[in-house]
């Protein structure tokens, strides 16, 4: 497993822009595909995107495709959500995941590493 560690989550209006990165420790990290996760109040925990360990095949939800952008910097131990043009259905709970060697759509069982979260909430 890796440890993670999300910030730049914040209180944002609609439209605005907020990057959220995770930091991960061990020498694991160039090997785990990586994506981030969130959950509203009283709904269950969905997929945002994810990106393979190969650093390729960038994979969105259909609600934030054309919105989002993920990417991750091996060099850095670290993995980035660019969140552009906010709504306020956005707002949740950011969860970092990590999943050893597993190809970009693993299904959210497939993580074994997963940050403490971060809040991102937008208003109208």
């Known amino acids: 497993q890796v440890q993670l560690v999300e910030s730049g989550g914040g209180s944002v209006r609609a439209g605005e822009t907020l990057r959220l990165s995770c930091a991960a420790s061990?020498?694991?990290?160039?090997?785990?595909?990586m994506a981030w996760f969130r959950q509203a109040p009283g709904k269950e925990r969905e997929f945002v995107a994810s990106i393979h360990w190969t650093n390729s095949f960038p994979y969105y939800s259909d609600s934030v495709k054309g919105r989002f952008a993920i990417s991750r910097d091996n060099a850095k131990n670290t993995v980035y959500l660019q969140m552009n043009d906010l709504k306020p259905e956005d707002t949740a709970v950011y969860y970092c995941?990590?999943?050893?060697?597993?190809?970009?759509?693993?299904?959210?069982?497939?993580?074994?590493?997963w940050g403490q979260g971060t809040q991102v909430t937008v208003s109208s």
């Open positions: 995941a990590g999943a050893p060697l597993r190809p970009a759509r693993a299904s959210m069982s497939e993580y074994d590493s």
């Open positions: 061990g020498h694991a990290f160039s090997t785990y595909t």
